[in-house]
């Protein structure tokens, strides 16, 4: 796995970070907007504090930023660093994806693993 | 809607963490309160989320702090855990009086070996944690000579008042115990019960401010790299002598209890258990602490 796949969330597909970052990937989002669209698209319902503990990793990490608040709602946005390190991310995931694909289809794997070495 | 009924759920974070995003999370817990979304799994989303955060901030959890951070944050972590470890020594201390008088001769030999080792494991941790505040004295003074006196002052003085009330509630159950027979020493006396118990408040307060204290000042000393590989050495040493003391501890405990069933009374030994949990909890901390001081990059023990 890549570092920048590592650093959101070691490339899980229910990592907190890489569901926010898929997330802002349409547009800014405020906390709320954000979890109601993280339901939408992954049907997982993050906790507040789930939520802002990712949302603190990921600004101090550069990959989103605020923009001006809204009453005491402050959307953010993802950054270009943001963007690249999700489409790692999604390329991780995306090379898993298609081994297990391969596997379930009978086809042979592209990779060897230890076992048939 | 604000509604006041949730804003302690932001005593769980850190203080800086509240001032940059306290009124956005508030704002979101409000906004699922409306929809009729926040009860005991909010909470406890919000409290381990804060602890995180907690634990992040001071330099104990996650990559994001300077190595020079999280080997003194791992080195405090040890120094707290001994004080805890110190409560808990003291008081088993306290409640292994007289072991040798109700062990038969013949079954003393390992409960004794055990309890040896935890002296001789108590010296040794107690003489590094000595070595450690020694080796701070010089960046202390720098400290202090360059103006950081007020910035220690505070806990400093919570720390030798709180000493001071110890010392003197210690020499009024002193000499008032002089004046008592053993079996009111011993409960016969309710009034006395209370002014022991009154004294042991007093000293475990003592220890937290002193903690507290070291935990102030270490935050604020400039340390040299060579200073900190030293006190990670040392924090090891601390670490292990817990161990050894936990262990010991509980061979001694599981002997004496063999060899004199009289020794515990009726009744599981709730004191000596909590006390041995302490130690546990303790001794645990200790070797994570260690851990986190020696896993940070570019500040090897070697």
Known sequence: MTRRAADVGGGRSNDPTLLILTSLAAGPKHGHALLLDIEAFAGVRLGPGTLYGAITRLEQRGLIEPLG?????????????????????????????????????????RRTTLATR | MRIPGRTWLLAFYPR??????????LALIEAEAESGRVGLRTTLDVGR?????????????????????RVRAGLLLVLCAWCAFVVAGIGLQKSSEQWQALTPLPDRALPQAAFDTVLLAAAIG???????????ARPLLALILSGGWQQIRRPLARAASTTGLTVAV?????????????????????????AFLGLAVCGLCTIVAWAAAAVTIARRLTLPPRTLRLETWLAALVALAMVAMTAATSVWWAAVAAASSGFFGPGLPWQLLTLTLT??????????????????PGHRTR
Request: aromatic content about 4%.
């Open chain 2, 170 to 194: 210690l020499v009024a159950v002193a000499v008032w115990a002089h004046h008592l027979s053993s079996a009111q020493r011993n409960g016969g006396d309710v009034l006395y019960g209370a």
């Open chain 2, 49 to 69: 989320a804060g602890l995180s955060q907690r634990l992040h901030s001071s330099g104990l959890l996650g990559n994001e702090p300077a190595p020079e951070a």
């Open chain 2, 126 to 136: 107690s003489a590094a944690v000595f070595t450690g505040v020694l080796l701070v």
């Open chain 2, 279 to 296: 130690m546990v909890v303790a001794a645990g901390l200790g070797c994570a602490g260690t851990l986190r001081a020696v896993r940070a």
């Open chain 1, 69 to 109: 608040a809204d009453d005491r709602r402050r959307p953010y946005r993802i950054t270009a660093e943001g963007s690249e390190c999700l489409a790692h991310a999604l390329a991780s995931l995306r090379r898993i994806v298609d081994e297990a694909t391969a596997r379930l289809d009978g086809r042979p794997a």
């Open chain 2, 16 to 25: 800086e963490w509240r001032e940059r995003y306290g009124q956005e999370l």
